[in-house]
Structure formats: C-alpha cells, structure tokens
C-alpha cells in the first residue's frame, strides 16, 4: 500500500486522482482518488506490488510520482521562486522532485530553435537529442549527490530517462527515407528495447515505443512481406502471421506477451471480433501470464460484443446538409447500410462509383436506406462535396468525433472508410460490413429482405 497525502490550499474542492499507463493501449488505470476539503486536504491509498511509475491530476495538480509499495509521500505547495508549483515530502521525495523537473525538461524539448524535434533535418535532430542527453545526465548527476536519493530509485529515473531519449530518436525516424535518418538513430530505432524492468514499472515511454516498433517494425513489415496476396486473402491470415513473426524474434517470455497482446489490441480495434481474433484471444488467454495484459483483451471482447450480431444498434444524430437534426432512430423499419467516411479520406472517395451502383440497385426499394455519416471537421467541405453530386445518392448526416454519443467513439471506430450493417428491428448485423467495391453487399441486403419477408408471413 501507497499513501499519498495532498495538502494544497488551492486545489480545495479540487478531486486528485492517481493513475498509471496501461503499457498496451497508452490508456490511465485508475488506482485511487480523493475530494480534497475545503483546506486542500486529502488522502489517498493505493496498491503497488512493486516499484512504479504513476501521476497524479487535478484541476490544479498535476505531477509524475515514483512509488514503492510502503511509500508516504506528501504533496504540497514549493517554495516562492521554485521552479515547480508543487514539491515532495517522504519517501522518495528527492527523486520525485527530480523526476518532476525532468518532465518540465522533456516538454522544452519538443522544439529545438522554434522547430519540432521531429521535423528537423538529421544534422539538427542530433545536436537536440544530444543536448537532451545530456541535460537529464545533469539532473541526474545533481541527484547523485544528495544523501537522501536512494541509488535504487535513481537507477529507475536513470533508465526512465534513457527510454525517453529512445522514444525521442524513434519519433523522429518515423515516416522518413533511410537516407534521412542517421544511422546512429537508425540503429535504435530498427529495434525493440528488451526491457522488462521498464515494463513491469510502467513506464510511459517504452509503452509508446513498444507501439510504435509494432506498429512499423510487424504490423507494416507483415503487410510488406505478403504484398502478392489481395486484401482478404492476407486479412484472413494476418493474424497468425503477425504471431508467426513475432515468436520468430525470440524475446523474453514477458516482452513476447506483450507485443502479442500489444497486437492482438490493435487488430481488434480496427477489425473487431472477427473469427480469427476470437481464436487468438482464446490462445492468448491461455498462453499470456500477466492478468494486466489479459484483462485488455477481455475489456476488447466486452466492448464489442455489447455491439455483435443482434444487439441493439447503438444510436447516433448528425446535421443534415439543410441543417436539420437526423438519428440513426428515425430510420427503424428499415435495413441500413451506413457509409463512414470523411471529404480528406481518399479510401473513402475510392468506393464511392461502387456505392452509387449498389444503391441504384436498390433505389425503387423504400426498406433499404443508405446512410453517409461525415466525421469531417470542415463543414463547408462537406457540404460543398455533398451538393456538388460527388457523393452517392441517400441520406447524409454530419457526426464528429469527440461526443461520447458519436458515431466514431459509439462503434469503436479507429480508421475509415468503415461499414455498418443494421436490420430493420435496429439490431447489428454487421459492424465491420463489406465495402462496396467487395460486390458483396448487394447479396447481403437481399439476404436480410429476404429474411425480413419470411419474418412477416
């Protein structure tokens, strides 16, 4: 157990809560929270099993800790002129202190001469991570020095601080030509840190490079390495590929779980619980050790399972292009096909001759609609893309993204063009429908009129 003691006067009222990364999905697993009092009081109490990276947020506190199960640490006002608005007490209150000044470091870092690290040319990016280098192996010389800085803890910040260095080269290889990457960084970055310390205690930037060495270094390479097989010929195998590819590299038991799940994650939420990834996760379950790990595939399936086949369509609204309020509700009684796309989605655009033949084929039939639901933040585009006839024929709505009730976060949406498929009774039949230019979709309509009719006799 963790006791963290807040006594802030201006964060009175204020709720504090602590939380620390899920390392899979970059999410916040809640650990604890307190309403401070009118004095900016409060205590929480938290489980740690070990040493962990983890934050504390609110209104006005906002800090990164490093705890170890027995910690007492106490949050509270810095002294006039610190460079931090907030300082430690207790345990590890030295290392704290330091870690906080090195995240105030690493945000300086985000430019370099007024420039994004990650868009500088290579000379440029080296002298910004050098620098960045060595100014955290300032900090942390000045930490050496002081008495009550355990050299255990200091280790921890020390790695810590190297993964953010890692991550730093990582993001700036992204996206570019090999002959734009120098090759010190290229070295880094064509591998996965097989750290398992920086794993098991949380911390954040080896989450985001695990996900992004997956992301380029598996995921792509698998798409790379089978380019000779058409779209559903390599998605009905992808899945086994990527594990193939994955136990070929040999990491340690806790790394390989990781990156599988790591992978099954992802594939899930572009995919959803296709036959294939019901399969996996079954494997996974079995296979993986960390519970931690599980529980994010099992959290997966229960997300989108409460959207299967025969669940309730969850209902959304949009704007009309006449500025009209339209919901997914309105059309009960029919099957719904809805389209969702974007005016700077080129995937999107590419279907559209193929949609507008699969609604003609149904145009004279008034129990089947067709549903455009725009994600774009332009209106203007859309509307002008909309009344300039470059759409297909039926119903367009105007639905963001950020809402909680929108069509995006409602169906767990990460990636568009994306289809859905609703029967008249507003029960799922698809959320990951055929696209049109599959020449599937006319059958399945068909098939669920047919359906529809045989129900009515």
């Not at 604890?32 to 009081?41: I, M, Y």
């Not at 086994?240 to 099954?264: C, G, H, T």
């Not at 959304?316 to 006449?322: K, Q, R």
């Not at 696209?435 to 045989?454: D, I, Y």
Request: aromatic share 8%.
């Amino acid at each position: 157990m963790v006791r963290i003691s807040i006594n802030y006067p201006k964060a009175a009222g204020d709720t504090i809560s602590v939380g620390r990364v899920n390392m899979v999905n970059v999410s916040t697993i809640d650990l604890g929270k307190v309403r401070l009092d009118s004095t900016g009081k409060g205590v929480v109490e938290v489980m740690a099993d070990g040493p962990v990276f983890a934050h504390i947020n609110g209104n006005q506190i906002a800090a990164g800790i490093l705890m170890y199960p027995g910690d007492e640490i106490s949050v509270v006002p810095s002294q006039q002129g610190a460079k931090l608005a907030i300082a430690f007490e207790g345990d590890g209150a030295a290392v704290n202190q330091a870690l906080n000044e090195m995240q105030q470091l690493r945000s300086n870092f985000e430019k370099w001469n007024g420039t994004y690290y990650f868009q500088l040319q290579a000379e440029e990016f080296l002298k910004a991570k050098d620098s960045l280098d060595k100014s955290y192996g300032h900090l942390l010389a000045k930490l050496k020095t002081d008495k009550n800085a355990e050299e255990e803890r200091i280790n921890l910040l020390s790695r810590q601080t190297g993964m953010h260095v890692v991550f730093y080269q990582y993001n700036f290889a992204i996206g570019k030509d090999t002959s734009e990457i120098p090759a010190s960084v290229k070295k880094v970055a064509e591998h996965l840190p097989l750290d398992t310390v920086a794993l098991q205690t949380g911390m954040f930037d080896y989450s985001l490079v695990a996900s992004q060495f997956y992301q380029h270094r598996i995921n792509n390479a698998v798409y790379e390495e089978n380019d000779e097989l058409e779209g559903d010929s390599l998605e009905s195998v992808f899945s086994m590929l990527v594990e193939k590819k994955i136990k070929a590299a040999n990491y340690p038991k806790l790394i390989e779980d990781f990156v599988r799940v790591i992978s099954a994650d992802v594939q899930i939420g572009l995919n959803g619980l296709s036959p294939n990834m019901v399969k996996l996760a079954a494997v996974l379950e079995r296979e993986v050790a960390s519970e931690d790990f599980k529980k994010v595939i099992r959290e997966d399936i229960a997300r989108w399972e409460k959207i299967g086949p025969g669940k309730p369509a969850p209902d959304f609204e949009g704007m009309t292009p006449d500025g009209k309020r339209l919901a997914l509700s309105d059309l009960r009684g029919k099957i719904v096909y809805v389209d969702i796309w974007a005016t700077w989605c080129s995937p999107c655009l590419g279907e559209f001759p193929d949609s507008k033949k699969v609604h003609a084929a149904f145009k004279d039939n008034d129990q089947v609609a067709f549903l455009y639901v725009s994600v774009d933040q332009d209106t203007l585009a859309w509307k002008k893309m909309v009344a300039g006839n470059r759409v297909p024929a039926g119903r367009h709505m105007l639905s963001g993204t950020d809402a909680p009730g929108s069509v995006w976060n409602l169906y767990h949406v990460w990636g568009i063009p994306r289809y859905l498929l609703i029967d008249a009774n507003g029960r799922m039949v698809a959320t990951h429908a055929a696209r049109p230019s599959s020449g599937h979709v006319q059958g399945e309509l068909r098939k669920l009129l047919n359906a529809s009719r045989l129900a009515e006799k």
